[in-house]
């Protein structure tokens, strides 16, 4: 029994944990920006790709990882830009447009790998974003083990989740993105520019995402490899929906996935198939839609194009 | 005939046309970076998937398990419903053909094929039918509760092969399914299998299905307006899973030309995305079995191309999946055609 214990929980778990998240969290709060204003965000693991993959080539040509990092920040921005001009100006099908986006990145990323880098599968290795030791709280016993040393991207993954928070529900621009996504009629009629909302959204939440997948390629690995996102972006999506749609919400879930992502060796050495517990996310996902966990309901008027009258 | 094509509406046809133009224009900008010509490049893509009788029959080789998912997609669409689980349908209905096919051994051949193909039916059919009353019941969006069905689908049939089922050997895969439950080759050596008639029969019955019954008829109207069909005392839950458990065994038929046409054996994670092409292949046919079957060809023909365009020239053969994800934005976007085209309808 004490055995069983000491495997579910302990600090090496727990920190593994909190490194498995970071990706889930910058990607779900991302989701949750431009679900919040009413545009569907599937194509979320391809802006995660093209995070992961832009990272590393720019990190390969300047040396440095954090530049790496901006410029994922960038390419997520501009896949989700062009998942804003398909769906808020053309009012495309939004999952259409984001199934374009996860088959574009698929095909772009390895294409360039290609042509930068001559050879296919993986990159050549880039300088990484190393781990930090906090002062003080490494030295706390319990937490330090967890959080005292970490992968700065780790944290700013947190700050991330906690700012966004505030920016939803704290913020004028948060109150007209959240009317803008359940009721962007009457948001229009009070004067709030529903198109330029929904834009900002949607390109933040490609910048999320490309950061989300920088974190798997120059900070968890020092390369890119080709789908290394692997149902990541998906993931993210559960997780905000689990969370039901707030940043705090999203955390947990994030936190418990990257707790099953984390415990996935151990359980599989007391008889759990890891295909159950890779699983475990998408069937929990669905219950919690179900209802059984409270139920999750999504903004309004999400996937909805909006057409200005008049 | 000839009326008939006249009542087609101009945009119907151009649209697609256009979107393909667009991302060759776009494709030829990525392979002007490489330093070929687009020309050069499109005409080795072309002479590979249609210059011999050997191309063209792995073009349409590469076409038939994309007619059944974009049948599958445009069924469903028809509907109002957008099944973004047809890749994990493929895979269940994959995995119970390859069952039906290395377990029953002893079955004379015009027993076990079919017996094989219903069962990819079946099991394509039961997957997505959890998606549509997921929807009936719970108003689960069929997206959202797909993409979580193909996860599920992805680690069980992982799970399925790494264990229970696997082979003999240490690859995760299942074992051969016997060769009575294996699909004729119609022009050896390629792999073009019987499997394409079996797709252009089930386009065949899509459109009957669609434009000659009842079940059709209600179909649309709920794909229409579900409030109007509901009061005209058609039931839209019904509808629902009616429609995805078809859209499924439509799906579950991919997944079998992959196992009793082309590899003969379950393997893991064999779909390079024929799932998710086959949203593209449904919006590029316009959602009709013709369309369909057209658009299928054509990205059965990129796929060939691909291939001789890698060896041939230096433009590698992801190019290919670039178009296809722009074909699908612009096919997307196509509001952005719009006035375009409404300019020259009215012309």
Known sequence: MWDLIGLLVNTTVFAATLRMATPLLFTAVGGLFSERSGVVNIGLEGMMLIGAFTAVAVSYFTGSPWIGVLGALAAGSLMGFLHGVASIKYRANQVVSGTAINIFAGGLTVYLQRLIFKMAGVSEAVPRIVDVELPIISRIPWIGPVIGRQNPMVYLALLTVFAAHIVIFKTVWGLRLRSVGEHPGAADSVGINVYKTRYIAVTLSGALAGVGGAYLSVAHLSRFVEGMTAGRGFIALAAMIFGKWNPIGALGACLFFGYADAMQMRLQEIGIPTQFVQMMPYVLTMIALIGFIGRAVAPKASGQPYVKEG | ?347
Do not use: C
């Not at chain 2, 006249?6 to 133009?21: E, S």
């Not at chain 2, 007619?67 to 209905?93: C, D, K, P, S």
């Not at chain 2, 439509?250 to 024929?274: C, K, T, V």
């Open chain 2, 1 to 347: 005939m000839l009326d008939r094509m006249k009542r087609i509406p101009y945009h119907v046809v151009l649209a697609p046309i256009l979107a393909v133009l667009l991302a060759m224009v776009v494709g030829s900008g990525f392979i002007l970076t490489v330093g070929e010509s687009p020309f050069a490049a499109y005409r080795v893509l072309l002479q590979e998937s249609f210059g011999s009788m050997r191309g063209f029959a792995t073009t349409l080789q590469r076409a038939t398990p994309l007619m059944f998912t974009g049948l599958a997609v445009a069924f469903a669409f028809r509907a109002g419903l957008f099944n973004i689980g047809a890749e994990g349908q493929l895979y269940i209905g994959a995995f119970a053909a390859a069952w039906v096919g290395f377990t029953f051994t002893n079955l004379p051949k015009f027993i076990h094929l079919p017996f094989a193909i219903l069962a990819s039916m079946v099991g394509g059919a039961i997957w997505a039918a959890v998606s549509g009353l997921l929807k009936a019941k719970f108003g689960i969006h069929e997206v959202i509760n797909s993409i979580m069905m193909n996860y599920i689908a992805y680690f069980l049939t992982d799970w399925l092969v790494t264990g229970p089922f696997q082979g003999s050997t240490m690859i995760p895969e299942t074992k051969r399914v016997a060769a009575s439950a294996t699909l004729s080759r119609l022009m050896p050596p390629t792999r073009l299998t019987t499997a394409l008639y079996v797709a252009l029969l089930a386009a065949a019955i899509v459109y009957f299905i669609m434009w000659r019954t009842k079940l059709g008829y209600e179909i649309r109207a709920v794909g229409l307006n579900p409030t109007a069909a509901e009061y005209g005392g058609i039931s839209v839950a019904r509808i629902t899973v009616a429609a995805m458990a078809i859209s499924g065994a439509l799906a579950g038929l991919a997944g079998m030309e992959q196992i009793l046409g082309l590899n003969n054996r379950f393997i893991q994670r064999f779909s390079p995305d024929l799932g998710f092409m086959g949203v593209a292949v449904a919006l590029l046919g316009k959602n009709h079995p013709v369309g369909i079957v057209l658009a299928a060809v054509l990205f059965g023909a990129l796929q060939t191309g691909a291939a001789a365009m890698d060896r041939l020239t230096s433009v590698p053969r992801e190019l290919i999946t670039i178009l296809q994800g722009v074909i699908i934005f612009f096919i997307a976007a196509e509001y952005l055609f719009s006035r375009f085209l409404k300019v020259k309808g009215e012309a």
